[in-house]
């Protein structure tokens, strides 16, 4: 029977769903690693997808395609880039997998991008060609699908759009050096400190923040009124807004699909969002739809299977 | 013979590319036309190119497809939008075509999208699946290109990035009725308004201006050592360079080609284009190269006779 492997790799663990080539998750199993470096945690990697298999009356062989996705750039070709948060050593991880999963086509997927490629193979994009999926968790990332394909990208900074400038009069500085990025503002992050920020100008007291990305909190006190959580919830979705008719610009979606953590809120900023989307975007463009994901943090696995099912040749 | 046609549609004329589908230009004609709404008009269309098809010992049945270029949006399902500047039934001259040559794959393509698939069929950007084509001339237009494929839009708004918002304090209103988009600034027109905005605000006599297109005098100006005209140039890389920034963190080509009647002085604006780019741009996008489109007004005939032919099922 053939198996396909969907495996999120993060700093102590990663997550394998094993898939049929269809798209069925047969399980979802967290195994925790040492750093990914080194044959000591190749082994813990392919000793734990066995048992997986084997539970499932597979062998290794029935393995014909397995992705990976990683937090951070992978281009056109397949290369992978600089990856700041994670210890992992790409080729040597491919090596192990490749020895013991002889008939595996492997790929690497940048994260945002598997997601989105996650939500057309089993989620709400299913059967759109064109959309654009914007993950709003720690950062603000995104993966761009035109004719079907993702946009990885000739350097793989395809769908990085947390980096739209969208406020050149900003003074902080991002993390990738510049100022005014759209991630500063509509990450998880940066929705906190719109809210800090505005209760500070304001001289009220806020609400208790339990961390830097406790958005959560933020959100409990709109729903209660708060007019400095409304107003920095109204200046994330004027940002976002302004970057998405950005991107229409370019890339002219039918559908954007919002994911990540804080898109637990949707439906709260949602109108927001749309209203402010309409009022900035291209007359041509403003038919777009914007709904939120539907796989929630397993898109991820869903989407690095696809693609590497695609590079076998299984799909289209 | 199997032959290939591609066709520029303008108001008062058409100018038809017969080529072989290996992309050899055999001929290129023009044909004055009146208004293409009405049997008359399409019979001045379709007996015209029978003529040209003669002269190289062809006739209607060897075209296997007829690509047609349009100044207005054309969606990815191939729908043509609104047309504002020309006089078009494109159902209607689709018919003539079709009813005279039978064999043939008819498909409407966007101007500058056109433009964009000549330079990768017989262009500069030959063998190069990634890059972004933009034209600089009366408005500014581009044609986005990923995986090898052009980006025509869900709206057919696909490579609209004459509508990125470059300055959100523009007071003069765009033609799209947004304020401060790129083509206010990096189109010919933007241009000639940027000079003599300069000229005003420092009190100095312009160059003479022919007209509000007149590029040619500015950057004559330049040349000679006028300030003013060194300011606009420099103010329109700057808007420009921003521009590409954005559409590197949504599509991260491998190129920017930049084409269209401005382009004519790439070679005096492009160490500063380069310069701010890199300036402005995340750092994993400044490998891209930014470089002169090669088949001036020739390129959007080649662009939509491949279209039709890719459609047709002979390219990949």
């Not at 003074?171 to 050096?177: M, N, P, R």
């Not at 729903?223 to 002219?252: F, N, R």
């Not at 954007?256 to 309409?278: E, K, N, S, W």
């Amino acid at each position: 029977m053939d198996r396909v492997l969907g495996i999120d790799v993060g700093g102590t663990s990663i997550k394998v769903g094993l898939f049929t080539p269809e798209g069925e998750l047969l399980e979802e199993r967290k195994i925790p690693t040492p750093a990914l470096v080194g044959q000591v945690a190749y082994d813990v990697v392919t000793d734990g997808i066995t048992r997986v298999l084997t539970a499932h009356d597979s062998v290794p062989n029935d393995v014909i395609a397995c992705g990976l996705d990683i937090p951070g750039p992978v281009a056109d070709d397949g290369t992978v880039g600089f990856l700041p948060n994670i210890e992992l050593d790409p080729e040597g991880l491919v090596g192990a997998i490749s020895a013991v999963f002889s008939h595996a086509t492997v790929a690497f997927v940048n994260d945002a991008n598997a997601a989105a490629l996650g939500e057309m193979w089993a989620g709400v994009a299913h059967g759109t060609s064109s959309f654009v999926f914007i993950a709003l968790g720690t950062g603000v990332g995104a993966g761009v699908v035109a004719n079907g394909r993702l946009i990885a990208g000739a350097f793989g900074a395809g769908g990085e759009v947390g980096h739209i400038t969208v406020n050149k009069d900003e003074t902080l500085v991002c993390g990738c050096g510049r100022r005014g990025c759209l991630e500063q503002y509509a990450s998880a992050k940066g929705i906190v400190r719109l809210y800090l920020a505005e209760c500070e100008r304001r001289g009220v007291t806020p609400v208790p923040i339990e961390h830097a990305t406790d958005t959560l909190s933020v959100f409990r006190a709109l729903a209660a009124g708060d007019d400095c959580a409304k107003l920095a919830v109204d200046q994330m979705c004027e940002y976002l807004a302004l970057a998405m008719s950005q991107i229409s610009c370019v890339v002219d979606p039918a559908m954007y699909l919002i994911g990540g953590g804080v898109a637990g809120a949707f439906a709260t900023f949602a109108p927001a969002l749309r209203a402010r989307f309409l009022a900035r975007a291209l007359p041509t463009c403003r038919g777009v739809r914007i709904e939120a994901a539907s796989l929630g943090n397993q898109a991820a696995m869903y989407g690095c299977a696809y693609e590497a099912l695609r590079l076998h040749g299984e799909l289209s």
